[in-house]
């Protein structure tokens, strides 16, 4: 029984080293068999993989700019919807307090006119006792006049019966004087009591428009508060509407930035097919070389095999162990294959999954020997099954098991699309069989 057989790879300043550790005999020979792995897991040139890097990181950042451009474009939206809300609720308490200040203007308008009309029923009261105080005062100066009459003839009385031709004249005369001096009396308290209603007509027309003209006074005033609030609403509607307009601007900017922004993706999408199509091209062109390489490695040391050993003894090499052959599970869950093996060349079966990061697991129970990470084919695992058969994993996420892990046949190593340059349904499998020659890759179809 073979002592422990181990496979390692990793990366040095750009390099790949590839290591095989076998018995002592084994090793110069190794070394020279190995590079065809380190040709065959080799990525393409780190020029390449920097520029499609860069050009996915744009993308990725035009996608995230997108994204808040989105973002902004729909808050703009939000606030202009709010905008509008505001607007229709200022126009709604504009045209309110329009309706109220016309309505009060209205009533100091009927206010006006039956102050004005009191005014002139009081000017006409006042004109009607100035002539009942300036008839009053004749009367007054008549009646005075009458009086000294009297008291002069009341001095002179033997004056009357001088002037009196008879008695009977005299008593007339005396009666005459009495009844015109009560007749003046008379007048004069009647047009005293016409002053003094005259007067209470004038003092409640006063009072009334006194009234009137506080309620006036109170609408003017609830007319200038009605009016500084429309102006306040005024000013408030037209911030309100040129916030509106500044925020189309705005959005009308930002939606033309986010065209260009997706005008930009577009462009780096297609510079990303175009990159990625130019490195397939130069990882065919470099795999066809490695083919080449690895047919003239083979030719000479077939040459060097058949010089150093007699004619006779000159085989070919083993075949195939066949201790797993219908033994190994299919390890991709609800997959089948995409390409065969030896399709184009490859030493691969290209494994295609039901869908994105489809299950893989174990083809048989093993012990993992190699886990290795390559920028453009994702990570690559390695699980040894016997002393002469491994498998191969290739195009993995971050796999769910080390190196030195035992795994049951089965049991899930990870997922596909760790890779660049590999769809990400997609895996390669390989079946590696190891002899005391070397190693060489066989049709995975034959171990299922």
């Known amino acids: 029984m073979r002592g422990y057989w181990g496979w390692r790879v990793g990366f040095r300043a750009r390099s790949v080293v ?14 020279h068999l190995f590079m065809a792995i380190v ?19 744009q993308a990725q950042q035009n ?16 606030d202009l919807a709010n905008l509008d809300s505001a607007t229709a609720q200022q126009l709604t308490q504009l045209r309110s307090l329009e ?25 006409d009261t006042e004109a009607k006792i100035a002539n009942l105080e300036q008839q009053l005062q004749g009367l007054k100066a008549r009646l005075s006049a009458m009086i000294q009459s009297l008291n002069r003839e009341k001095a002179g009385r033997y004056l009357p019966l001088l002037r009196s031709q008879s008695f009977t004249d005299l008593a007339v005369r005396t009666r005459w ?33 006194q009234d009137l003209g506080d309620k006036r006074q109170a609408r003017t005033q609830r007319i200038q508060a009605l009016s500084q609030s429309r102006q306040s609403v005024q000013l408030t509607l037209a911030s309100l ?22 005008t930009d993706l577009q462009t780096l999408q297609s510079r990303i097919t175009a990159e990625l199509q130019r490195i397939a091209l130069e990882r065919r062109k470099a795999e066809e070389a490695r083919r080449q390489a690895e ?20 085989s070919n090499l083993p075949p195939v162990p066949r201790e797993l052959v219908g033994a190994l599970q299919f390890p991709v869950q609800g997959g089948r294959v995409a390409e065969a093996y030896g399709s184009g060349g490859n030493d691969w079966q290209t494994i295609q999954g039901s869908g994105g990061s489809s299950t893989v697991v174990a083809a048989a129970n093993g012990v993992v020997i190699d886990s290795l990470f390559i920028a453009n084919l994702g990570w690559t695992l390695t699980i040894r099954h016997s002393d002469q058969v491994a498998t191969q994993y290739v195009n993995l996420t971050q796999p769910t098991v080390s190196v030195g892990d035992r795994v049951s046949q089965g049991q899930v190593i990870g997922t596909t699309g760790g890779g660049v340059l590999i769809p990400g349904d997609e895996m390669w499998f390989r079946v590696i069989v190891i002899s005391t020659d070397g190693f060489r890759y066989v049709d995975p179809s034959r171990y299922y």
């Open 177 to 209: 004087v009495s009844t015109l001096g009560q007749h003046q009396t008379d007048l004069i308290d009647q047009i005293n009591t016409t002053v003094s209603s005259l007067n209470d007509q004038r003092t409640r027309l006063q009072l009334l428009v």
């Open 295 to 314: 047919a003239r490695r083979r030719q000479q040391q077939q040459q060097q095999q058949a010089n150093s050993r007699p004619s006779d003894s000159v």
């Open 18 to 31: 590839y290591s095989l550790p076998l018995s002592t005999h084994h090793k110069p020979r190794a070394r």
């Open 63 to 78: 996608r995230l700019l997108q994204q808040q451009q989105q973002a902004r474009i729909a808050q703009l939206n939000r």
């Open 99 to 123: 309706a109220q200040i016309t309505r009060l203007e209205r009533e100091k308008a009927d206010l006006t006119t039956q102050i004005d009309a009191l005014d002139s029923q009081r000017k």
């Open 241 to 262: 509407r040129q916030q509106k307009a500044g925020r189309q601007v705005i959005l009308r900017e930002t939606l033309v930035a986010q065209a260009q922004l997706q």
């Open 39 to 57: 040709l065959c897991l080799c990525a393409v040139p780190s020029a390449f993989s920097q520029s499609l890097n860069q050009l996915q990181q």
